[in-house]
């Protein structure tokens, strides 16, 4: 009866011994996944662009001295205007609303001698600090 305590004893501690083995083996992998799973997240995360802004400008030119203002965000710019900059930029259209994808005209006077211009100055309502918008 001694011998058969000792040998179920035994088998028990082996059974035990396999059963910690076995869940230390499960919890490992189940962090591993975790952890993978996790990074997967963040590189879906980074993936995925951002929005567009609310109102974004792009200007493109369609002759020698005319540009077109577009706004390409995706909100409704109003009282849209660009400024002057010493009278080297003409516009008709000051004040005007922009629906998403809308353009207004403008002028930029280049002539030899004179200051080249970059970029412009366009402010909006709930924008009065003016951005700058890159001419092409």
Known sequence: MEIAAVVISGVALVVSVWGVWHSKRSADASERSANAAERQARAAEA???????????????????????RNVGTETAD????????????????GRTLQPGESMTFVVIRAAGMVDIQEIRVSWDGQVQPVMVPLP
């Not at 205007?81 to 516009?91: A, E, I, L």
């Open 79 to 94: 009282g849209v205007y660009v400024h002057k900059q010493g009278g080297f930029v003409r516009v008709e259209e000051n």
């Open 47 to 69: 993936a995925v662009p951002p929005p567009p802004p609310p109102v974004a400008w792009k200007v493109e030119q369609r002759g020698k001295s005319l540009f077109v203002l």
